[in-house]
């Protein structure tokens, strides 16, 4: 029997149709989010699409394990290799939404986040933005409080012992860097606009400054326009703003 004759066999063929899954599941997922950021897909849709993705990827890795073992039973090491690439290809396919599900399960069902729960900065330059989006603008109130506090201890005013003038002009070069859209800027405040990569979400940001006796008080809230929960992204991204401002304004002592 030749070489080519051994590689088309039983295990090959099952290895070939394994990788063509997982290579339309990889497909689907990648193009998920760019669909419906182009309004080609409504959210549902696209979630769904998701969702057949990973059965889809889930089917692949089962096909090549079939391949691994009919190629250790007929001794075919192309095959089986074929196999377990397949495999590793459906698995980490499969664990994409699997690890977003037990993101979602490990923090709270939370989308408004902020250092002042008592006084949470205010949406003013994007209030028009976030009342056509389906969240609301205010602040959710005490529940989402409570959450926040249980679940992200950490989230608090960040207290600079530097001129309020200084902060504001690190705070608005760490929002360029960051990407954010900046949609205003004042002395004492900033608002800009946070879209994710994938799906295209878009989060608001407002940092609000205020002179104390020994600096600069900085306090800031990230809230999602879409969604109930935001899987702990804007608590996130105020500790890595928060984290970012103070590295900046020691690099520029």
Do not use: C
């Not at 326009?225 to 520029?252: H, K, P």
């Amino acid at each position: 029997m030749t070489t080519e004759r051994r590689h088309h066999g039983p295990a090959f063929k099952v290895a070939l149709i394994g990788g063509i899954l997982a290579t339309l599941a990889a497909l689907a997922m990648a193009l998920s989010g760019p669909a419906y950021r182009m309004d080609l897909l409504t959210l549902g849709n696209a979630f769904g699409l998701l969702r057949y993705a990973a059965f889809t990827a889930l089917g692949a890795a089962g096909l090549g394990l079939v391949a691994l073992l009919i190629a250790v039973v007929t001794r075919r090491a192309l095959p089986a290799v074929l196999g377990s690439l397949v495999i590793l290809a459906g698995g980490a396919l499969v664990a994409i939404p699997w690890l977003q599900l037990q993101q979602a399960q490990a923090v709270p069902p939370i989308h408004d986040i902020t250092t002042d729960m008592q006084n949470p900065p205010a949406f003013l330059a994007l209030i028009e933005a976030r009342r056509a989006a389906p969240n609301t603008v205010e602040y959710p109130g005490e529940m989402t409080a409570q959450q926040q506090r249980k679940a992200y201890p950490a989230i608090q005013p960040l207290m600079l012992n530097a001129p309020l003038e200084t902060v504001r002009e690190a705070a608005e070069a760490e929002v360029t860097s960051a990407g954010w859209d900046i949609a205003a800027v004042s002395d004492t405040r900033i608002e800009a606009t946070a879209t994710t990569v994938w799906f295209g979400f878009k989060d608001d940001v407002v940092i609000r400054l205020n002179e104390t006796d020994d600096g600069t008080r900085v306090d800031m809230r990230s809230a999602s326009r879409l969604g109930v929960s935001d899987l702990g992204t804007n608590a996130a991204r105020i500790l890595t703003f928060m984290e970012n401002l103070v590295r900046r304004l020691e690099s520029s002592d």
